[in-house]
């Protein structure tokens, strides 16, 4: 048979990139049956060799993108992931390329209806988990003096996770047949549930249960999920409709998991019932690596997976493709005094490079001060040289914490150097972002969350009493807070003008609710204010944005709500600037999804975006970062600073099980470093600032010979150091070591108090409680629940959050 010029293309692209792959990665590409894991070290090709095994199945053994199941750790991995392969197999579909949250989305619009939701579910993020908690106080009449937000979030996430029966709760039951039928109504679905929701809030044991319940009722009365119910609504069900199981496990013939050493116990479920059926599952991850203990992710899961997946293959990838030799001693002499690992090395394949640096500076400014010369030094040099080499976007500075940033961005800032700092507010977390998605947001959903954030903004004179007369007239009606104010401006005749081919809620509602008058003056509650030509304006995208795109809808909407002109006369720039990238942003969705960039796609997609899929290059300058926020990345020149103890490792660590996962978290910092690792420490805080610092220990695991001492500390101070770290580990039980014989899950039966006497906590079931004894003995509290006479005894490792 002749071969189409696009054929011979893939065939032979793929050969090209084979032949770049080496021995063990090959392997890892070709073992495509069972059981696969792949323990990978740093730099040595993770992303390539997955990338090669979804082209190896696709176009070396024929199997359709359809059955394959490939999750990445971030979007932006899968969306360059997706890239690749789509070049290579020339526009193919990619299918099932995604982080766990990403897949589950895919599985809920085309499950979910079992649960009577529809599929264009909204995705809370936790922004609007904080509104939705907000309306739950209000109607509960609690205050935020009552329960603050964020424990309550903790407490919601905890509840869901250990008990997924609350599904059903606020998702109906429905066989496969009807709930296909019903779901199609299912935003006019009079919800039982809902009320019972109510009822169950208002029977609550304690304050805590009756806003968790509250909490579901919102959500249901907006049919949105939040993330944790992305993951644990998908679980359900699997695990309650076999036919969807067996349906998705057929399906999914290879089941892929990258960086398998961070998933949670929830993703590893679904890992493992996904791939029960063919029991093709490979797992690709560095136990070294495993830094988000404290977010569910257990070393465990790659470390024993073998016992767990009977005829488990291992394959160790150890060639580094990414550092030079020197910055490679540096990673290992660190993480080698990790007990609990996997015994592998990284075997540099370049050659030649930099002795990495070290400076111990006199405090936190001066040490800001040595970073900002060497960055000048080494972009200016590269410049006298015509190198082309070393560009401000080169070059990283990375920090344990996010407060570490200031006196490093001071130093840049008083020498000009352009510089971005990535911190925990994410770009679509962003105000100004926020409002103009939450008009989007209107358009497809008209969810309360949306509406509350957006009618009086700019301002239209609609505030809060005339909010309250809305909630309350919506409440009645049993609507959401838009149908009700489309009811009353129909009601007024204020619509008259809107194109009469609109078909409008208000409209199906005054149906539904048999013209029950309304029983304010609507012309009255709308005088003196501008929502009409709100009401106007949404209704007007609403009925067309399914034929626009995107880029121009956001245009449309910036122009028209005069939130730009608003932005405009405030000389907000940075905001303006923050709309723009916006734009630019969906103009490069609408290149990458083409015919498929629609306005549900696209807020589905922002929604799953998180703070690691920020771009970090595409600007000249220097990049400045928490280690967590630098996984996956590499850059040509790596500064880590602030090698303190107290900093790095954290303060807060009280056991060996978390100075191992700061240990882990700095390999992963070193290994960031492609050409050149610089280290630095700074005795003082701020000069004049009292109390003195200690080097990290992980600086004393280093062999000093081995780098390019700057400036290096005394005798003195390196055993006032290490008698430091001797008393502090004393006193956080960090002494006993690992007893060898013991697997971890014998290690881990000696947790350590994370509270102490007088702590207030909050335990899922019981509520609200203070620690009224520490009992080291038996590894319990005794906690006094308020609402009990009698203390209990509650063991130190299981989950309490601080109240
Ligand atoms: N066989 C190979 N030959 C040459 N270069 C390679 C090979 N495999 C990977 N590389 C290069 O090595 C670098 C590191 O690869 P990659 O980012 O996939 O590593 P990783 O294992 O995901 O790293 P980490 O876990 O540290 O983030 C990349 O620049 C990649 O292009």
Redesign the pocket.
């Known amino acids: 048979m002749e071969k189409s010029p696009k054929s011979e293309n893939i065939e032979n692209s793929l050969e090209w990139e084979r032949s770049?792959?080496?021995k063990e990665?090959l392997e890892a590409v070709e073992t495509t049956e069972g059981y696969v894991r792949v323990v990978?070290?740093?730099?040595?090709?993770?992303?390539?060799t997955l990338t090669h095994r979804y082209l190896y199945l696709v176009k070396e053994m024929g199997i359709s993108p359809a059955n394959i199941l490939c999750v990445t750790f971030t979007n932006k991995a899968a969306a360059e992931m997706k890239k690749r392969i789509r070049s290579i197999l020339g526009g193919d579909d990619s299918g099932y390329i995604s982080t766990f949250h990403g897949f589950c989305v895919q599985f809920l619009r085309e499950e979910i209806h079992v649960l009577n939701y529809p599929k264009e579910f909204m995705i809370l993020d936790e922004d609007d988990q904080k509104s939705l908690l907000r309306k739950a106080y209000a109607d509960l009449g609690f205050s935020l003096k009552d329960l603050k937000i964020s424990s309550v979030l903790d407490f919601v996430g905890g509840r869901k996770a250990n008990d997924i029966g609350y599904v059903s709760l606020f998702a109906e039951h429905l066989a496969d047949e009807v709930g296909a039928s019903a779901a199609e109504n299912a935003p006019a679905v009079e919800n039982e549930k809902r009320e019972h929701l109510v009822e169950l809030a208002d029977e609550a044991p304690d304050k805590w249960m009756a806003v968790y319940y509250r909490y579901l009722y919102e959500q249901k009365k907006n049919y949105a999920l939040d993330f944790d119910d992305l993951i644990l609504v998908t679980l359900y069900i699997l695990e309650n409709f076999p036919e969807k199981l067996d349906k998705w496990r057929k399906r999914m013939m290879y089941v892929m998991v990258d960086e398998y050493q961070d998933i949670d116990g929830q993703q590893y479920c679904l890992a493992d019932l996904l791939s029960s059926y063919h029991k093709n599952l490979f797992v690709v991850g560095?136990p070294d690596?495993t830094i988000y203990g404290w977010r569910g992710a257990d070393i465990n899961r790659i470390l024993e997976f073998d016992q767990f997946h009977k005829g488990t293959k291992t394959i160790l990838?150890q060639?580094n493709?990414?550092s030079t030799p020197s910055i490679l001693k540096v990673p290992d002499a660190v993480i080698k005094n990790n007990k609990y690992r996997i015994e592998k090395v990284l075997r540099p394949?370049r050659a030649g490079g930099k002795t990495p640096v070290f400076y111990h500076a006199k405090n936190t400014r001066e040490e800001a001060k040595w970073i900002v010369e060497r960055i000048q030094n080494a972009v200016q040099n590269s410049v006298k040289n015509g190198a082309g080499g070393v560009h401000y976007k080169d070059i990283a500075v990375l920090y344990r914490m996010h407060s570490q940033s200031r006196s490093v961005e001071e130093a840049l800032m008083s020498e000009s150097i352009p510089y971005k700092v990535y911190s925990g507010v994410g770009f679509y977390q962003r105000k100004e972002i926020k409002d103009i998605i939450c008009y989007l947001r209107m358009l497809v959903y008209a969810d309360d969350l949306s509406f509350i954030r957006t009618v009086n903004t700019p301002k239209r004179q609609f505030g809060p009493k005339k909010m309250a007369i809305l909630q309350a007239f919506a409440d009645t009606r049993k609507v959401g807070l838009y149908e009700a104010l489309l009811e009353i401006v129909y009601e007024a005749g204020r619509l008259n003008d809107v194109a009469p081919d609109v078909t409008t809620q208000a409209e199906l509602s005054s149906v539904g609710n048999d013209h029950r008058k309304i029983d304010f003056d609507c012309k009255e509650f709308l005088s003196r204010s501008n929502v009409v030509e709100y009401v106007k304006l949404i209704e007007k995208y609403r009925s067309r944005y399914k034929d626009m795109r995107v880029s121009e809808l956001l245009s449309k909407m910036l122009r028209e709500t005069k939130y730009e002109e608003m932005l405009r006369l405030d000389g907000d720039e940075d905001r303006l600037d923050n709309l723009a990238e916006l734009k630019q942003g969906i103009l490069e969705f609408e290149n990458y999804y083409e015919e498929d960039a629609s306005l549900d796609e696209y807020l589905q997609n922002i929604v799953l975006f998180t703070n690691a899929d920020e771009d970090s290059q595409e600007k000249d300058r220097v990049q400045l970062m928490t280690i967590h926020n630098a996984?996956?990345?590499?850059f040509p020149y790596v500064f880590v600073c602030g090698l303190n103890e107290g900093f790095f490792p954290v303060k807060r660590v009280q056991n060996k099980m978390q100075l191992e996962e700061e240990r882990r978290l700095a390999y992963v910092a070193f290994?960031r470093a492609e050409n050149v690792l610089c280290l630095s420490d700074a005795e003082d805080g701020v000069a004049g600032e009292s109390g003195s610092r200690y080097p990290s220990r992980f600086l004393l695991e280093m062999n000093m010979d081995e780098l390019d001492v700057a400036r290096g500390f005394s005798d003195d101070l390196l055993l006032a150091a290490r008698a430091f770290i001797a008393e502090s580990d004393r006193n956080r039980d960090l002494m006993n070591d690992f007893d060898e014989d013991e697997s971890l899950g014998a290690v881990k039966k000696a947790p350590t108090a994370e509270f102490a006497v007088g702590d207030r906590v909050v335990h899922k079931i019981f509520g609200i409680g203070t620690v009224s004894g520490v009992d080291k003995k038996n590894f319990c509290y005794e906690i006094t629940f308020d609402k009990f006479a009698t203390p209990r005894s509650i063991q130190f490792d299981f989950p309490l959050v601080r109240g």
């Open positions: 770049r792959l080496d990665q990978a070290g740093a730099g040595s090709g993770k992303t390539r560095d690596q990838l060639n493709y990414r394949v996984k996956g990345l590499e290994t």
